[in-house]
């Protein structure tokens, strides 16, 4: 099988020749993989990070598609505003504030861009010694043009081939509350909360009609945000974000789209309510602690018959810091803990490190594509 076929057999419920093989690589390793610093890949376009993620993809012979999340077709790009140059520093680096020209505002926070990280966001200028309104700055130029919209979507599908799935985001996520502001704010008045959550329901209702008019459709769409469950508490998240959880899976399950949650940190209740409650097809990253909650193989035992399960070696034990025989014994025990029967993605807990050896990632693709067999 090629890996787009071998994903589709696991998400729609069949059999594939093996275990799909998907570590989190996501935006560092792709990034170290270019040779370039990090500021041409996030602020010039140099290549675009959705071209050095596939061509990492490629680079391990991974299964891939989950960590293109931000592929959105229905984007209004004019409301994304200018990026401006707002500071530079010594060593190269830059900060940058968008400028949105339709109202003449500036955005809240700045973003700034280093060699070798992706760029720090949600940065309030005070911090680094600017003012919030901008007196001085220069247009970012040099970018590489990108297309938007449908045409976007075409042409990372075109490039992604048969490496993996194409996935769009559903409109909603697991996460109404985002801070630990947001925690003070709910408990002093949750009714301002709970409009955000009506408000993403209509949101989520216009969306889904489109993507179900969409030619091609997508393959997948991701419905979840990273720490749904530290942020919120459990019963947080069922009044708030678990109604838009149930309808965003009802609507793709009815147009035969599988459905996809990402959420680092404890994940083991979220993982009972999405399995019991609603129809959601692939959860990962199922962390073990002390970053989750996750025991591999009790929630197989659980929910493997419901639910496709993606997960979980630890990313800087075993990932960063382990030996190719730490992947390999880690890589064997997920699969024995949860590839019985199917419904098992191997992959690992939130994104490997920047400095991730490539053999350690290239050891699970062997143990996935060797040991992963069933026979």
Not at 51 to 58: E, F, G, Q, R
Not at 255 to 284: F, K, N, Q, W, Y
Not at 299 to 305: E, H, I, S, T, V
Request: proline content about 8%; glycine content about 8%.
């Amino acid at each position: 099988m090629t890996p787009h076929e071998r994903l589709l057999a696991v998400l729609h419920g069949h059999m594939p020749d093996c275990v799909p093989c998907c570590p989190d690589i996501s935006n560092m390793v792709p990034c170290r993989l270019t040779g370039k610093p990090f500021w041409d890949i996030y602020a010039y376009q140099n290549p675009p990070l959705w071209k050095a993620h596939i061509d990492a993809l490629n680079y391990y012979d991974l299964d891939g598609g989950f960590e293109i999340y931000y592929l959105d077709p229905f984007a209004d790009n004019q409301a994304q505003g200018e990026e401006r140059i707002v500071r530079r520093f010594k060593d190269g680096s830059f900060a940058t504030q968008k400028y949105f020209p339709a109202n003449g505002s500036w955005a809240r926070h700045v973003l700034v861009y280093t060699a070798d990280n992706p760029p720090a966001s949600n940065v309030l200028p005070e911090k680094i010694g600017l003012p919030a309104v901008p007196t001085e700055w220069e247009p970012l130029t040099g970018a590489n043009p990108c297309l938007t919209g449908m045409d976007f979507y075409r042409q990372v599908r075109e490039y992604l081939g048969e490496r993996g799935i194409i996935g769009i985001p559903s409109g909603i996520g697991t996460c109404i509350l985002h801070t630990p502001e947001d925690i003070y704010a709910y408990y002093d008045d949750p009714e301002p909360f709970r409009a955000i959550a009506r408000t993403n329901l209509q949101h989520l209702e216009q969306r889904m009609e489109k993507i179900s008019q969409m030619n091609p459709r997508p393959e997948i769409l991701f419905c979840g945000g990273s720490g749904t469950l530290i942020f919120q508490t459990p019963a947080i998240f069922r009044e708030l974000a678990l109604p838009l959880l149930k309808r965003a899976t009802e609507l793709a399950s009815d147009l035969g789209i599988p459905t996809h949650v990402h959420s680092c940190g404890p994940e083991t209740e979220l993982v009972a309510m999405a399995t019991e409650e609603t129809r959601l097809t692939v959860i990962d990253p199922l962390e073990v602690p002390p970053m989750g909650d996750c025991n591999l193989a009790e929630l197989k035992k659980r929910y493997g018959n419901k639910i496709v399960l993606k997960g979980n070696l630890h990313t800087t034990e075993i990932m960063l810091k382990g030996t190719v025989d730490d992947v390999v014994q880690a890589s064997r025990k997920a699969i024995d803990d949860a590839g019985k029967g199917g419904g098992f993605i191997l992959s690992t807990g939130d994104q490997c490190g920047r400095d991730t050896p490539d053999e350690n990632l290239r050891a699970m693709v062997e143990v996935a594509r060797t040991y992963g067999r069933y026979n």
